[in-house]
């Protein structure tokens, strides 16, 4: 098969081209890509048509920023290259989108954490208030039957911080 770089789109599917320098890189949408002499090396703005894949991929300022599969995939690469070049605002707008994607995992991630120690705060004044209340639904007050066994609410909150689980 020889050696050859990989371009990841559309769940994770590996699209290889040997078109570049065959250093057997690896890109995934937003990531820099170097500039290659057969191409317009200056601005680093190009694309790569895969055939034997049938898609189009498509990299400005040196940053892999779009691929395109359709039925005339050649025509629509080089329609959306162009609308690429001759409208910036476009490049930024898919940016701030290969952005947010990236950062949502993490997003997602931390907002869970802040949700189970913010329950475990509200469990914690319940629990100091009256620690011997029965709860009747213990998947909903998972915290509030710690702080009956004896933890502490830093130990609650560290383990939030720690692994992210949630309280159930």
């Known amino acids: 098969m020889g050696m050859f770089d990989s371009f990841y789109i559309e769940d994770n599917e590996e699209i290889q081209t040997k078109q570049l320098d065959c250093l057997l890189h690896g890109y995934s949408l937003g990531d820099p890509v ?3 002499e057969n191409f317009d090396g200056p601005t680093g703005n190009y694309y790569l048509f895969e055939e034997h894949e049938n898609v189009g ?12 599969r359709t039925d005339d995939t050649r025509q629509a690469t080089r329609e959306l290259f162009n609308s690429y070049l001759e409208k ?3 490049v930024a707008l898919k940016l701030s989108d290969i952005i947010k994607e990236r950062l949502y995992p ?3 991630k931390v907002n869970k954490k802040l949700h189970n120690i913010r329950s475990a705060v509200r469990e914690y004044e319940m629990f100091k208030e009256n620690p011997d209340v029965e709860i009747r639904y213990s998947m ?5 039957s ?3 066994e004896g933890e502490t609410l830093e130990s609650v909150i560290a383990n939030y ?8």
């Open 34 to 36: 170097q500039s290659y």
């Open 57 to 68: 991929l498509i990299v400005i300022n040196n940053i892999f920023i779009d691929w395109v």
């Open 88 to 90: 910036p605002v476009l």
């Open 106 to 108: 993490a997003k997602k």
């Open 140 to 144: 909903l007050f998972g915290d509030f």
């Open 146 to 148: 710690k702080f009956k």
């Open 161 to 168: 911080l720690k692994d992210g689980e949630s309280n159930e």
